[in-house]
């Protein structure tokens, strides 16, 4: 039992280790893309949180070779790991979910030999605003323009596009009382719950009431729902 226990204690620690970094990287990646919106490449500000933002990808790049970052439904994944943001960083990483949707972005990978110059110029690509028709296509003509090769991006799938706001919280409601159900009958025979859909559920719902708290609130109302 003992001999068993602290690898898989080791491993955990490991995984909460790279959710941190890879968190502390997006917020990091965040504060750039936002104020390379104000300020030029050269100016000061931007080499030093540039530098940071290396500096985070370093630390990513020790904890594991490979660092990309996936959008797949609500979620971002780092490497093959949701990342699970908390109610103070919530704000960020909709952004971001927002942004790269609004670019058709569903894979963002940094290179190994990626360098700081090459990591300057392709954020300054990704946070400059698309106005034609084919964001994403905009975006690797620019990379390659700009001869950055360190850092590559996939187009998100057709599937990974979210429905309307509304039609995502009125699915999601009646899948809670679905579940909810589900809790009930398999209480009643003693059988064991699915805690990790539980948990999907009530992020799912947390994200949805952050977004637009009255429409969801307002499906409660909702009678005779049979």
Do not use: W
């Not at 904890?63 to 103070?88: D, H, M, P, T, Y």
């Not at 001869?147 to 409601?173: I, Y």
């Not at 398999?186 to 799912?204: A, C, H, Y």
């Amino acid at each position: 039992m003992v001999e068993g226990f602290a690898p898989d204690r080791e491993s955990k620690e490991t995984a909460t280790a790279s959710q941190k970094l890879a968190i502390n990287f997006l917020i990091r990646f965040y504060i750039v893309f936002k104020i390379l919106k104000l300020y030029a490449e050269n100016n000061e500000l931007i080499q030093e949180q540039i530098e940071l933002l290396y500096q985070d990808l370093q630390k990513l790049r020790e904890a594991g070779a490979e660092v990309n970052f996936r959008i797949k439904r609500e979620s971002i994944f780092f490497n093959q790991s949701r990342l699970k943001f908390s109610i103070v960083n919530y704000p960020i990483f909709k952004f971001l979910l927002e942004e790269f949707r609004k670019r058709e972005i569903g894979q963002l990978t940094f290179a190994p030999e990626l360098s700081k110059q090459e990591l300057l110029k392709a954020a300054a690509v990704l946070c400059q605003k698309r106005t034609l028709a084919d964001p994403f296509g905009e975006i690797v003509a620019e990379l390659r323009k700009q001869d950055v090769s360190g850092v590559t991006v996939e187009k998100l799938e057709d599937s990974e596009k979210l429905p309307s706001q509304q039609k995502s919280s009125v699915r999601l409601f009646f899948l809670s009382i679905l579940h909810l159900r589900e809790i009930s009958e398999r209480n009643k025979e003693n059988e064991k719950i699915k805690l990790n859909t539980t948990r999907r559920l009530i992020q799912s719902i947390f994200n949805h009431l952050v977004d637009n708290e009255s429409f969801l609130m307002g499906l409660t109302n909702i009678k005779n729902h049979d």
